[in-house]
């Protein structure tokens, strides 16, 4: 493991991380605050658990944060003041919904048939746990 000695702010800085995992030499990097002393074990140790799962499964909540990342900006937002005040803020998607067309829906709200349209299609047609 070695940090970069450029800090990006303050004391958090890019960590990269040379780690065997399956039996085979794999390359992580992650950002970690170098004022807390455990922050860069946390991470490698946050990078084992979930590299090491079986089947390589993705919670509910990973497949959403695949999805935002990788929606373009121009299909992605948060709710503004059309929204009710208690949706404010929160991520926003455009979906196509059949017959209503494409619709602007809450990114938390996804359906799982709405969610797996918008994974990628290696991953489309597998069961959640292996998605």
């Known amino acids: 493991m070695f940090a970069m000695r450029e800090f990006m702010t303050g004391s958090v800085t890019s960590v990269f991380f040379s780690l065997w995992i399956d039996g085979r030499k ?13 922050a860069p074990v946390s991470v490698k140790r946050a990078i084992i658990e979930r590299e090491s799962r079986p089947v390589r499964a ?3 909540d990973e497949r959403l944060e695949h999805i935002w990342s990788s929606t373009h900006d121009d299909y992605r937002g948060y709710a ?6 208690a949706l404010r ?3 926003t998607v455009l979906v196509f919904c059949g017959g209503l067309g494409t619709v602007l829906k809450l990114l938390d709200d996804l359906t799982d048939d709405e969610i797996a349209a918008k994974l990628p299609v290696h991953l489309r047609h597998l ?5």
């Open 26 to 38: 794999r390359f992580f990097h992650g950002y970690c605050d170098l004022s807390d002393r455990s």
């Open 58 to 60: 993705m919670t509910r």
């Open 80 to 85: 503004g003041e059309r929204w009710p005040d």
């Open 89 to 91: 803020g929160k991520r």
């Open 127 to 131: 069961p959640p746990l292996a998605a």
